[in-house]
């Protein structure tokens, strides 16, 4: 499935995601991504789906919220990848625009410098852009960047798509201890802020299984004292997504096992959250065991919870 969700957001409402990239084909490969090592590192753009496959699939995940008097906030390209890989990603948000959903795309931004991709992102209502890093150092520390990208261009493609971009523009900074937590890493962060001005910027913590075992969540003395500096520095609005907020709103059709692997293979879901939603839809847990059995699902503990991931390319991690 393409189409999936939808799934509960902070940022978004409820989001429906489209997963325009096959797994797992990415410009990075981040140590702390959730969908694991990155095995198919590119950073020219590619055809993957016909943008008309996407839009039926979209228009049948609407008729099913209908159905259920339930409706959507976003499309949101979050996909098993970078979705700015996507050669059609601006024709499908053409596409989309018609069913009158807004449009949010959560990108690395490693290909802004591209006139294209720039072209493609301004018909999206809110667009998110990742910096882990304004130094080149930490950020091929973090974000281990396929080999030809340069650093200074992206920094530069995203002080330039903010000047011109009329919808939302939020940054997303993920915060690893001992990798990029350090204040003079949040000053050169914040310092790139001040140029971009985004409406607010995200401070994270990883909070879901990452690609290396070695990553840490940054502390919370460290997470406050970015705050303030990016604060100080940038004169921006900062948040912290620490993932220890609820969530709930996951939609599950009557394909359940579909829905699981779908949204498990671009956010895994946590044991607790799964067990609820299978309470809701009066079904037992043989579903989640026959999908770990057959494996399609794994199961890993992080954080000493028990997370649930979808084996796309047999074991990514
Ligand atoms: S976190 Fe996003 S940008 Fe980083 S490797 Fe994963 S999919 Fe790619």
């Known amino acids: 499935m393409i189409v999936y969700g939808p799934i509960p957001s902070r940022r978004l409402g409820q989001s429906i995601g489209i997963n325009n990239i096959p797994p797992k084909v990415c410009s990075y490969s981040c140590i702390y991504c959730q969908i694991g ?62 069913y009158r959903v807004k449009m949010a795309v959560i990108t690395n931004a490693s290909l802004l410098w591209m006139d ?31 080999g030809m990208l340069n ?28 990798v990029n937590d350090q204040e ?8 790139q802020m001040a140029l971009i001005q985004p409406q607010k910027a995200y401070l994270l913590v990883p909070s879901r299984p990452p690609a290396e075992s070695f990553v840490k969540r940054a502390s919370a003395d460290s997470l406050r004292k970015a705050v303030s500096i990016v604060r100080a520095i940038s ?49 037992d847990k043989s579903v989640l065991t026959e999908l770990v059995k057959s494996g399609r699902l794994s199961d890993f503990i992080y954080e000493g919870k028990r997370f649930y991931k979808t084996n796309i390319l047999g074991d990514l991690s």
């Open 37 to 98: 090592r990155t095995n198919k590192m590119q950073m020219s753009r590619h055809a993957f789906y016909r943008p008309d496959d996407i839009c039926s699939e979209a228009e049948v995940k609407l008729r099913q919220l209908k159905a259920e008097n339930r409706q959507a906030d976003y499309f949101s390209f979050v996909p098993d990848g970078e979705p700015t890989l996507d050669l059609n990603l601006g024709k499908t948000i053409m596409l989309l625009k018609p």
């Open 116 to 146: 294209d991709v720039k072209e493609d992102l301004m018909n999206a209502d809110w667009v998110s852009v990742s910096i882990d890093a304004a130094d080149e150092g930490t950020w091929r520390k973090i974000d281990r960047p396929h």
């Open 151 to 178: 650093h200074h261009d992206i920094l530069n493609g995203i002080v330039e798509f903010s000047k011109s971009f009329h919808g939302t523009l939020v940054t997303e900074t993920m915060l690893v201890e001992g």
């Open 184 to 191: 003079a890493c949040i000053e050169r962060i914040a310092e």
């Open 235 to 283: 004169a921006v609005d900062v948040e912290c997504i620490t993932g220890d907020e609820a969530e709930e709103g996951f939609f599950f059709t009557d394909e359940i096992s579909d829905d699981i692997l779908s949204i498990a293979s671009v956010h895994p879901i946590r044991e607790d959250i799964l067990n609820a939603l299978l309470q809701k839809k009066r079904t």
